[in-house]
């Protein structure tokens, strides 16, 4: 076995390996991962609360001799399940939670099998201390550039058509699989936190600091996912420009967007419910009406004009102003697609 160190985040992209392969149990693994690994856990979840449970009531002793059982057992299921196909050649990269007994038991049968193996020193913990070290404890080089707008300007769409110019973007609600507001979860829902800064860490280190970074302004979390104080910070400081729209545009937008919420009627009767808190009942009853009769231009005009534009201008009005605004007179993909290509034309670091 070769030992395996990662000095850095960008380290992960010069791995002389076929297969990350992460032996945690399957909750740590669905909490967060190196990217690109698989899970063949050595011990299952049961498996290791049961080994945990003998090693702190009975003897640490016993529990390694269960647990070294059950490791076994399971190695020889991987080795005849997924791992049937690898020939001699086959060199992966194996870690648990701190580059312990896991890693070093399967390691040590993968090795004595004859693959070229290689060992995570320090395990997973190893990984997240660096995504920590870079989101957490030194500031991000990253020139950003924010853009801004009430709901229902197409902030999200003109990010990725930023991305067709050739600009470099960071999609915040992509990584956190969330549309940053009440009404906006996503099927299959968030990523845990961990595996959100993972993905965030990944991304930024595959940009580059010297270029202008396109980024869509956000509160301090999306959902459930909180942005990290080192992008925080930086997207608080960074020159802003402002999207405006007739309401008209931007209702007719939403209902595009959130087509998702419009063929499920309950769903979005649900979410209109959560705004019992900011409404009166005669408020949220005439937006129920409306969503159960199909309205939607009415209702995505009523919720943007009565709930979002208070909120947005009073956000707005603790900001600098902005260096560009630009008022768009629809929302359709064409516009956005120019609108961007001024954009980057405008404010390309290399231009």
């Known amino acids: 076995m070769t030992p395996c160190t990662l000095t850095a985040l960008s380290d992960l992209a010069t791995l002389n390996v076929d297969t990350i392969i992460d032996v945690r149990a399957p909750a740590e693994y669905a909490e967060d991962h190196l990217p690109g690994a698989i899970n063949l856990p050595v011990l299952s979840d049961a498996e290791r609360a049961e080994v945990g449970t003998i090693y702190k009531q009975v003897s640490p002793f016993d529990a390694r001799k269960i647990g070294g059982a059950l490791v076994a057992q399971n190695t020889a299921r991987h080795l005849q399940g997924a791992l049937a196909d690898k020939n001699g050649s086959w060199q992966?990269?194996?870690?648990?939670?701190?580059?312990?007994?896991?890693?070093?038991?399967?390691?040590?049968?993968?090795?004595?099998?004859g693959w070229r193996v290689q060992l995570l020193r320090g395990g997973y913990r190893s990984y997240r201390r660096l995504v920590v070290e870079t989101l957490y404890a030194r500031p991000l080089p990253h020139r950003l550039m924010l853009i801004e707008g009430g709901t229902g300007t197409a902030k999200t769409r003109l990010l990725h058509h930023l991305a067709e110019t050739g600009a470099q973007v960071l999609d915040l609600e992509g990584l956190a699989q969330h549309r940053g507001s009440l009404f906006g979860a996503m099927?299959?829902?968030?990523?845990?936190?961990?595996?959100?800064?993972?993905?965030?860490?990944?991304?930024?280190?595959?940009?580059?600091?010297?270029?202008?970074?396109?980024?869509?302004?956000?509160?301090?979390?999306?959902?459930?996912?909180?942005?990290?104080?080192?992008?925080?910070?930086?997207?608080?400081?960074?020159?802003?420009?402002?999207?405006?729209?007739?309401?008209a545009a931007r209702a007719h937008f939403l209902c595009r967007a959130y087509d998702d919420l419009t063929a499920t009627p309950s769903l979005l009767e649900t979410r209109i419910d959560r705004?019992?808190?900011?409404?009166?009942?005669?408020?949220?009853?005439?937006?129920?009406?409306?969503?159960?009769a199909g309205d939607w231009a009415s209702l995505a005009e009523a919720l943007i004009g009565q709930h979002y534009d208070p909120r947005y201008a009073k956000a707005a009005s603790r900001n600098p102003a902005p260096v560009a605004r630009l008022s768009l007179r629809d929302l359709d993909e064409p516009t956005l697609a120019e609108t961007a290509a001024a954009l980057h034309t405008r404010f390309n670091a290399d231009a």
């Open 92 to 113: 992966p990269l194996v870690y648990c939670w701190r580059g312990g007994q896991r890693s070093g038991a399967f390691s040590t049968i993968l090795d004595q099998i």
């Open 187 to 247: 099927k299959g829902g968030q990523p845990p936190q961990k595996m959100f800064e993972t993905g965030l860490a990944q991304r930024l280190g595959a940009l580059d600091p010297a270029r202008v970074t396109w980024v869509e302004a956000e509160s301090s979390k999306i959902g459930d996912c909180t942005l990290p104080p080192a992008l925080w910070s930086v997207m608080s400081a960074a020159p802003r420009v402002e999207i405006t729209a007739p309401l």
């Open 275 to 292: 705004l019992r808190p900011y409404h009166s009942g005669e408020t949220l009853t005439a937006w129920l009406a409306q969503a159960r």
